[in-house]
């Protein structure tokens, strides 16, 4: 039973253009919620996350929402950029479990030029 | 500033091997995390460890054995290699346990 859920496996976009990643969750315990991106053998390097007290949270480009009573999350990146590419993990985690990370399957994001 | 790194990058082994991939940080990290990657499955949680001498499973442990005698170096054995442990394998280290993880390199994993 997967409780982090990335439902697309893919998304492609055009440079400049919005690319929106979405994940929904199950587990009403989580409490935190956040992106990492992921290059081809490369590790997974941070990228913004976000509380349950909050619905939203903005770093450049980037910008998360929460909707808590959907159980969904949200990654938009504006503009695009080519090197944008690459695989988006959701992951979630709830205070009473320490900080381990629920992941999802992740999101293959190519950007067009 | 090495961060953390793993070792081998790449392995091929066979059925029933021991094999052993290496984690070490240069962060003086508390907590250390063992990662495998699936497609189809994201990232799952195998050990992790708080600090020295302090290991506990996560959800898909059978199979691996790990050990903390220093805070920098968290070791991954696999006792017996099977198909199924063919895998990508990241380490992962955070300075608490509310700190954002930071991910090695990886070790690609082969099992024949």
């Known amino acids: 039973d997967q409780q982090v859920k990335q439902n697309s496996p893919s998304l492609s976009v055009q440079e400049g253009r919005i690319s929106i990643l979405n994940c929904d969750y199950t587990n009403s315990m989580f409490d935190y919620f956040l992106w990492y991106k992921k290059y081809p053998a490369e590790g997974p390097t941070f990228l913004i996350s976000i509380s349950s007290i909050k619905d939203k949270n903005e770093d450049g480009r980037f910008t998360v929402f929460l909707n808590k009573s959907a159980k969904h999350l949200s990654l938009h990146i504006v503009p695009s950029q080519p090197g944008d590419s690459a695989v988006y993990f959701c992951?979630?985690?709830?205070?009473?479990?320490?900080?381990?990370?629920?992941f999802g399957a992740g999101t293959i994001l190519r950007v067009k030029s | 500033d090495a961060g953390i790194t793993q070792s081998p990058r790449y392995k091929i082994t066979e059925t029933g091997r021991q094999v052993t991939l290496m984690c070490h940080q240069t962060?003086?990290?508390?907590?250390m995390f063992w990662y495998r990657q699936d497609l189809g499955h994201g990232l799952r949680l195998i050990y992790y460890?708080?600090?020295?001498?302090?290991?506990d499973k996560g959800e898909v442990p059978d199979g691996y054995v790990v050990s903390r005698s220093k805070t920098e170096n968290f070791p991954l054995t696999l006792e017996s290699a099977t198909r199924s442990q063919t895998s990508v394998y990241f380490c992962?280290?955070?300075?608490?346990?509310?700190?954002?993880?930071?991910f090695g390199p990886g070790t690609r994993l082969l099992v024949l």
């Open positions: 992962a280290s955070s300075r608490s346990r509310q700190e954002t993880q930071y």
């Open positions: 992951a979630a985690r709830a205070m009473e479990y320490g900080n381990k990370l629920v």
């Open positions: 962060w003086s990290h508390s907590y």
């Open positions: 460890s708080a600090a020295a001498d302090i290991t």
